[in-house]
């Protein structure tokens, strides 16, 4: 008499892509974690590059206004110069690099055809914007952490707002990370990525107050300052590492969250689309 045949079930859909089984969320977290590796392993891997260049540049900044305007105790907003530059150039710091990893990731796989590689595992959307955006953010706070350590030799830097150093730097970071990664889908090869960043990211960085106090502008210009979403990030950067701000740093804080809300939602719907991913 034949045995009847034993039946295997099968194993749950989330088993099947590796992840957290029995979660509510269900997440694929050994996925999202090696592709966080892969995008931090990325930088790390030329950290002259990709960590050692920008601080110096930083510092080359801070050595060059020390010595052209920072002489004779020259004060602005009450502090000495270069403690009031300092936190604008290190978030300078983190906007250029969250940046720049973000979109050359993207962009890359994108012309040398392997963004297959990252498109064809069993990710949702929003999983895959948490790998690629995490490795940006590793990257611009990792900056932001070295350039605020070697730049206590010049000037003085007693965080007084911790809450505000923390808040602004992740904010500001995963706010150029998800604008990179935007970027980075919508172009389609280097010289468009190129104007994205000489004409809108570095002249809105320069034009943020980094370098000066809005205060002392026109009445016209401090209002359109007002709108740079980048005074915002200095200012608020500023706040928590010498007290001093020019704006409010409870608009800043919401300017902050809503930008990067409505960034992580246009970033997903372009996954969730393909658009200009998939064919």
């Known amino acids: 008499m034949d045995q009847p045949a034993l039946q295997t079930a099968a194993p749950p859909a989330s088993a099947a892509r590796g992840s957290t089984f029995g979660t509510p969320f269900d997440l694929n977290l050994i996925g999202v974690w090696t592709l966080y590796k892969r995008e931090v392993w990325r930088f790390c891997k030329v950290p002259g590059q990709t960590l050692a260049a920008p601080v110096v540049t930083t510092l080359m900044f801070m050595l060059i206004f020390s010595v052209a305007l920072g002489q004779g105790g020259r004060m602005v907003a009450g502090v000495p110069f270069l403690a009031f ?11 250029q690099n969250a ?9 890359i796989a994108k012309i040398q055809g392997n963004i297959v590689d990252i498109l064809m595992p069993p990710f949702r959307p929003g999983e895959l914007l948490f790998g690629v955006i995490g490795g940006a953010v590793t990257r611009g706070l990792l900056v932001a952490l070295i350039t605020g350590l070697t730049m206590v030799g010049l000037v003085a830097l007693s965080p007084v707002h911790w809450w505000a150093v923390l808040f602004y730097a992740a904010g500001g970071s995963l706010l150029m990370a998800l604008l990179g990664f935007i970027g980075g889908v919508w172009a389609e090869k280097f010289d468009q990525m190129a104007a994205i960043t000489n004409f809108l990211i570095t ?3 320069f034009l943020s107050g980094t370098f000066y106090s809005v205060e002392q502008l026109p009445e016209a210009a401090r209002v359109v300052a007002h709108l740079n979403p980048f005074f915002y990030l200095i ?3 500023r706040y928590g590492m010498i007290g001093q701000s020019d704006g409010s740093i409870t608009a800043g804080v919401v300017v902050t969250l809503a930008i990067n809300a409505a960034l992580w939602a246009l970033a997903h719907r372009m996954l969730k689309t393909g658009y200009k991913l998939k064919a």
């Open 235 to 237: 200012d608020g950067l």
């Open 203 to 205: 002249p809105l960085s």
């Open 85 to 95: 530059v300092a936190p604008g150039l290190i978030m300078m710091a983190i906007i």
């Open 99 to 107: 940046f720049a990893n973000s979109s050359s990731s993207i962009l």
